[in-house]
């Protein structure tokens, strides 16, 4: 089996990398990564083959395809995805979520993959109104940053490559995802940091916006579910465990090390800010998958990952 992983080096997908590796020993898997701030190549060592390039450049992804050979699934991760980035500068992420995607979607139907998964996110539904059902699979796009704009761009070609040239895709939209080896810009691991120095953890607003939360291992195990299984131009949720407030996640950082909660502190909130994020996951669930590993049981870990030496 030959597959190809885009951002490859990064949070999510290097643990993808490993679990492939793993699941496919004697596969060749090469990894398409640019190598920005969010990556590090000692974490695919000998475990894949690295082509350094940007997916919005189609010679790096051809040279990529060449090392490749064979294609059999293109996975593609490589994307910029902080929201607050984004609201700073949006151009880089309409090039990389946006152009990149039609630049691998181009290079792939040339070369004829035989599955193309596409990893979204469950921001392209944009806010859940609290009473409001979940978001199923068809719900319709709302995003509001220029984050979620990015990936309801990408999907739209995504899709638009499976319906005009018969492009096999699949689509995951994965809720927020945690777990060892995440850049520290991400809400868990500043939490931690601001613990462990004696800071203030630091939440936007009243700290009552909610995530649902999907740990790494758990959204690894999805994606190689929906490469076995998935009908080409299907669509995924990926849920975690429900949805919590981010005070509550904070509250369970300062009770893992004995904190009092008088150290959680306010900041002001950032544009825009989606108060509420809820999808169905029960159409994955019937394919064999479901969460159970909640932030209060991998918190040791991500402790002791940040605690200094």
Known sequence: ????????????????VRACREAHPGGDLVVLDKLTYAADPDRIEGLAHL????????????????????????????????VDRSIAEPAPFVRTNVLGT????????ARGVGLFLHVSTDEVYGSIAVGSPPAVES??????????????????????????????????????????????????????????SGAPLPLYGDGLHERDWLHVSELVSALL???????????????????RSNRSVAEAVCAALNLPHSRIGSVADRPGHDRRY????????????????????????????????
């Open 102 to 109: 039609q630049t691998l979607l181009s290079v792939a139907q």
């Open 139 to 196: 719900s319709p796009f709302a995003p509001r940053s220029p984050y979620s704009a990015s990936k309801v761009g990408g999907e739209a070609l995504v899709a638009a490559a499976f319906h005009t040239y018969a492009l096999p895709t699949v689509i995951a939209r994965p809720t927020n995802t945690f777990g060892t080896g995440q850049f520290p810009e991400k809400l868990l691991p500043v939490l931690v940091r601001a613990a462990l």
């Open 51 to 82: 082509v350094v390039g940007d997916v919005a450049d189609a010679a790096a992804v051809g040279a990529a395809f060449d090392r490749l050979g064979r294609v059999d699934a293109i996975v593609h991760l490589a994307a910029e995805s902080h």
């Open 1 to 16: 089996m030959g597959v190809l992983v885009t951002g490859g080096c990064g949070f999510i997908g290097h643990h993808f």
């Open 225 to 243: 579910l929906l490469l076995d299984r998935a009908e080409p131009g299907t669509v995924w949720n990926v849920a975690g465990t429900g949805p």
């Open 278 to 309: 809820h999808i169905d996951g029960s159409r994955l669930r019937r394919l064999g998958f479901s969460a159970v590993r909640g932030i209060e049981g991998e918190l040791p870990g991500l402790i002791a990952e940040t605690r200094p030496a």
